[in-house]
């Protein structure tokens, strides 16, 4: 049976038109902070305006009941968005009834009236009710009870804030708040990792429903995106599936292993000095968000970090102040996540300036009597080499009588402190500078010296002094100049007795050089040899050996006479 056709454009005139025991539903339109939010889906069915009832949408018309005195209610059950409306219709079987009514706690109006039927509007349903109609007939109530059930979305939906960052091997525990959100049997809150479902559970809890779920954190893990998300379903009431998520968290997970740094420093450092200190670490995940923190006592370096796959490398420059002399503590601290490992190392940082070598004067005319003296700074000991005595002492001194053999000699003071178990040296070092006259003696400028003709040789003579001299040699009777120094084939033509003479400011030395030049004196016998050689038959070989061998030992004998007569004539006084 169907509505009667042809509608009444008049406010109400549909509702007026209806038999008496017509039972109507009716739902105000979902205001607008009802509707779904952006982020939601909906489907269901359309709805249908009734006429003469603005803003008023007709759920559905029933058919008159049975006989009998009894009181129904229309709708038997209706779900409505919070805040909305809805359109009850309390109707009774009685002709003679003496009471009919809808019993509620909600804001009701009536809005329309038969003669044994009346309409009430509902308005602002905050939650779920039980509203029911009653009657009264012959002295007998009867009731009718509908059910009344709201919906509404959760107002936050959140997942608690991760650990900054999770150690990997560790359980982490996840959860998600929901506040609101009806009805709490249609609701379902899931986790999920990515688009990875980690658990569903039904929204349990007023007003705030927490659920959790438990993962184990791995190096996978890390970056990866965590949300929570609800579900509330009324698709069998005909309204659709509403869906809505939290903001979703990063996790970031690390490993750092229960390891100290590997520190590498010197174990003493001088003031003035710089040197480098390096701090690493492996099996790092991910190495490079690690923070390395350098220090020495409380100030700070700068280092230069290198990042591995899974390891780190850093080195800074220390330079040493002299505010810093002492025993100082060098700190290494890796960080990463919320967990940190450091190393700590002892460095001693000393002061040792080279010590103070004296010379009363560095340069001096020889028989000047000399003063050195070697001083070493606070802590450290001196040892002057070349002092008999050499022991080690705050200072050491010596005197000396300048002689030409001085000239040039260096004197080294040696200083040395002993620093944490280690004895560390220095040296200063300064040269004496003496004065003499020219000196020539044998062993720089030969009395005698015998040449072989023809043999390309250096004539050596060298004088000694300081300023060094100016040596020439002059040959006795036509002062022909004799080549020093000079390389060049021996001639006859240099044979003589020299007066070398060395010339300085200081003075001059004189010295005698005779040079002798041995030369053969005919070839006659070679040319009766040759001519033997060729005319003779059979003795020619042996003849030219004899006669060569001979001419060779004569030429010896020589030589060695020449040189003997040379020798007595130096060795005999003037």
């Not at 339109?29 to 949408?57: D, M, V, Y």
């Not at 006592?297 to 700068?302: A, F, G, S």
């Not at 030409?404 to 178990?421: I, K, P, Q």
Request: glycine residues 8%.
């Amino acid at each position: 049976m169907n509505p009667p056709p042809g509608p009444d454009p008049r406010p109400g005139a549909a509702l007026r038109s209806l038999p008496p025991l017509w039972s109507l539903c009716f739902i105000s339109e979902i205001p607008a902070r009802q509707r779904p939010a952006r982020g939601h889906r909906q489907s269901g069915n359309a709805r249908t305006l009734l006429p003469g009832f603005p803003g008023k949408t007709l759920l559905w018309a029933l058919l008159p009941g049975p006989g009998g005195a009894q009181t129904s209610v229309h709708p038997k059950e209706v779900i409505i968005p919070r805040g909305g409306s809805v359109l009850v219709n309390c109707s009774t079987s009685c002709d003679q009834y003496t009471l009919l009514g809808l019993e509620t706690h909600l804001d009701k109006k009536e809005v329309a009236n038969g003669s044994n039927w009346q309409m009430y509007e509902l308005s602002s349903v905050q939650g779920d009710t039980i509203p029911y109609c009653y009657s009264v007939c012959h002295n007998k109530q009867s009731e009718a009870t509908m059910s009344l059930t709201v919906y509404w979305f959760p107002e936050r939906v959140e997942l608690e804030p991760l650990p900054q960052w999770q150690p990997v091997g560790e359980n982490l525990t996840l959860r998600c708040q929901v506040e609101g959100g009806a009805p709490r049997t249609k609701l379902s809150v899931m986790l999920l990792q990515g688009e990875k479902l980690l658990s569903r559970q039904p929204a349990e809890g007023t007003p705030v429903a927490e659920v959790t779920a438990t993962v184990l954190a791995r190096r996978d893990d890390h970056g990866t995106n965590f949300s929570c998300h609800t579900e509330l379903d009324l698709r069998p009431q005909g309204l659709g599936l509403f869906q809505n998520s939290s903001v979703p968290r990063q996790l970031r997970t690390f490993v750092l292993p229960e390891v100290r740094p590997h520190l590498v420093t010197p174990g003493i450092m001088e003031v003035g000095t710089q040197r480098s200190v390096t701090c690493s670490l492996d099996g790092l995940f991910p190495a490079s968000e690690a923070q390395v923190h350098l220090a020495l006592e409380d100030q700070r370096l700068e280092p230069r970090i290198k990042y591995s796959k899974d390891s780190l490398s850093a080195t800074a420059l220390v330079e040493m102040a002299p505010r810093d002399e002492g025993v100082q503590q060098l700190t290494c601290a890796v960080t990463l996540g919320n967990q940190s490992q450091r190393t700590r190392e002892n460095v001693t940082i000393y002061s040792f300036p080279a010590p103070n070598l004296t010379l009363s004067e560095s340069e001096v005319p020889e028989g000047t009597v000399v003063s050195v003296e070697c001083k070493a700074h606070a802590g450290a000991v001196v040892t002057l080499i070349g002092d008999p005595a050499e022991s080690p002492f705050p200072n050491a001194q010596t005197m000396l009588n300048a002689t030409a053999e001085d000239n040039g000699r260096g004197f080294v003071c040696s200083a040395a402190l002993e620093v944490a178990g280690h004895v560390l040296h220095k040296n200063k070092t300064q040269k004496l500078f003496v004065l003499y006259g020219p000196r020539l003696d044998k062993e720089n400028c030969p009395g005698n010296w015998t040449l072989e003709e023809g043999i390309s040789q250096t004539l050596r003579c060298q004088a000694s002094g300081n300023p060094v001299p100016k040596l020439d040699c002059h040959r006795k009777g036509d002062g022909a100049l004799l080549p020093i120094g000079e390389l060049r084939p021996v001639t006859r033509g240099i044979s003589g007795t020299y007066v070398c003479q060395a010339t300085s400011r200081r003075g001059v030395a004189t010295r005698e050089v005779v040079v002798n030049v041995i030369y053969q004196q005919s070839n006659l016998v070679t040319i009766i040899a040759v001519t033997a050689l060729i005319l003779g038959i059979a003795a020619t070989g042996g003849t030219a050996a004899y006669l060569y061998n001979r001419q060779r030992k004569i030429r010896k004998y020589r030589l060695q006479k020449a040189q003997e007569a040379a020798a007595m004539r130096l060795n005999t006084p003037p």
